[in-house]
């Protein structure tokens, strides 16, 4: 059973930065989609960028430029490097796993089958 765990989240003024971890474990074999999604309250869940195992990946349009996703397949380890942070990127982030080849997009979140419990980023003006 892969279990995802995430770390990195916490407070910062408008502008700053922060990096997101997402530590995985129970992996079998083969590495296939992975992404981060947020949801902030009484809002629908959001995708934020995505990683194929091919290195593809994709960004929300409200991130792109500003986010970047990359993995450390040495470290079973997943990271969101987030720069130039707005207080509407405030949410609860989530990493997430596909148990297998799958649609690999910010729009395919029903497609991953493996979540963490999420790490909170809140961003002040």
């Not at 502008?15 to 947020?38: H, K």
Request: some cysteine.
């Amino acid at each position: 059973q892969v279990q995802l765990v995430e770390s990195g989240g916490g407070s910062v003024q408008s502008g700053g930065s922060l990096r997101l971890s997402c530590a995985a474990s129970g992996y079998s074999g083969r590495r296939y989609c992975m992404g981060w999604f947020r949801q902030a309250p009484g809002k629908e869940r959001e995708g934020v960028a995505t990683i194929d195992s091919d290195g593809t990946t994709t960004y929300g349009d409200s991130v792109k430029g500003r986010f970047t996703i990359s993995q450390d397949n040495a470290k079973n380890t997943l990271y969101l490097q987030m720069n130039s942070l707005k207080p509407e990127d405030t949410a609860m982030y989530y990493c997430a796993a596909a148990g297998g080849p799958s649609r690999c997009d910010v729009g395919g979140y029903h497609a991953l089958s493996y979540w963490g419990q999420g790490t909170q980023v809140t961003v002040s003006s």
